[in-house]
């Protein structure tokens, strides 16, 4: 394929590496990485469904891909995507997505860990692979991902990935794990904000945050400058109240420990269930200028879009968790090989239909499926 005139997205998968030698190849890299694509946005799983559907659709494929030796061997796919350097391709993957989603000021940036359950191997001692993801909520868009290890490399990892990233005009959230001066100041030195959950695992800054709005609280934040919403949701059975302070007056919390550090967030949830009901309290530190309760709020609640846009949709949509693909690079590539098909299915506008039915028509329309590949925004 040639990827540069062609035009559209796929015009950066030029720019990735075959870790292969050059005599012998049969295969180009690129051909390799569109087959993989198109076969995964239209239901494939593995490597031998990625052959497959190379077979059923070579005559299509050959209207824009040079294939001179044809449709490579599950064999081969398996082998390519298990050599070729994760770093490379997510270099890639980061400038095409960032292509695809165009950065706009006032981006909220969430970022959320997930483990690929089944994609352990217990005779290599290996453990289940874990990615973090940069997911943009307001495209649906996973801007970047990076393997690390479980749970306690996310630390590490994460600023990592945010050196990837264009952060200009964006907020970052992330749960209390993340929580660490080092990422607010790697936040910041991208040119975002960061809207950061705090707990136990900062025991002091926790503390202080509690003493603040538990007491400030019982007389209605007395001498406190603040902002303050309510919102409340009913349905399916249950009613949900949101109460929002976000404060400035952040003296009492040793704000020059924390890079950039400009208000403090308390939000007090109570979801009534029939006649039981249950309030939780969380608290985060933000770079924000925090005078706006409702922004501080919205924030928050759009970070969970990770979860339900995301991971949701890769372990239900996708079977993500049950993928045993495991060899070397392979199962970090096909993942990412699975995001980039989540991404273009997202980023299409042009149907109004689900995800699931966007795979299927794919699968049955070529112009559908050539639209999807190529799309500029």
């Known amino acids: 394929m040639d990827t540069q005139a062609h035009g559209g997205s796929m015009r950066f998968l030029s720019k990735i590496q075959d870790p292969r030698r050059t005599q012998g190849k049969r295969h180009r890299l690129s051909d390799m990485i569109v087959i993989a694509i198109c076969a995964i946005i239209c239901n494939a799983d593995g490597w031998e469904d990625i052959e497959l559907f190379g077979l059923c659709k070579e005559r299509w494929f050959r209207t824009f891909l040079a294939l001179r030796h044809g449709i490579a061997s599950h064999d081969t796919f398996a082998r390519v995507f298990a050599r070729l350097d994760p770093a490379a391709f997510e270099a890639c993957f980061v400038e095409w997505m960032a292509h695809l989603a165009k950065a706009s000021k006032g981006r909220l940036i969430a970022v959320d860990g997930k483990t690929l359950r089944r994609s352990f191997n217990t005779a290599a001692n290996q453990a289940a692979l874990h990615m973090i993801n940069a997911w943009c909520v307001s495209n649906q868009t996973v801007l970047g991902q990076l393997a690390c290890g479980v749970k306690e490399n996310e630390i590490t990892a994460l600023p990592k990935l945010l050196q990837l990233l264009d952060l200009r005009g964006a907020v970052v959230t992330a749960d209390a794990m993340h929580c660490q001066k080092a ?47 309510e919102e409340t949701d009913a349905g399916h059975g249950r009613i949900e109240t949101r109460r929002c302070w976000s404060s400035w007056d952040i003296a009492g919390v040793a704000p020059s420990e924390w890079p950039g550090l400009r208000s403090v967030v308390c939000i007090e949830r109570t979801r009534q269930i029939r006649d039981k009901s249950s309030t939780t309290r969380h608290y985060y530190i933000s770079s924000l200028p925090g005078r ?9 609640r759009g970070h969970w879009g990770v979860e339900n846009q995301l991971h949701w949709c890769m372990d239900m949509v996708f079977s993500e968790d049950q993928r045993r693909i495991r060899k070397e690079n392979a199962d970090e590539n096909y993942t990412r090989l699975s995001r980039i098909a989540l991404n273009l299915l997202k980023a299409d506008a042009s149907r109004k239909i689900s995800i699931r039915q966007k795979r299927k028509l794919a699968g049955w329309d070529h112009d559908y499926l050539l639209h999807l590949i190529t799309q500029e925004t």
């Open 183 to 229: 990422t607010a100041q790697c936040i910041l030195a991208g040119g975002g904000d960061y809207l950061l959950q705090v707990k136990a695992n900062q025991p002091a800054l926790y503390e202080n945050l509690k003493l603040l709005f538990e007491e400030g609280l019982t007389d209605d934040c007395q001498g406190v400058a603040y902002d303050f919403t």
């Open 292 to 300: 706006d309760a409702g922004c501080m709020l919205r924030l928050s």
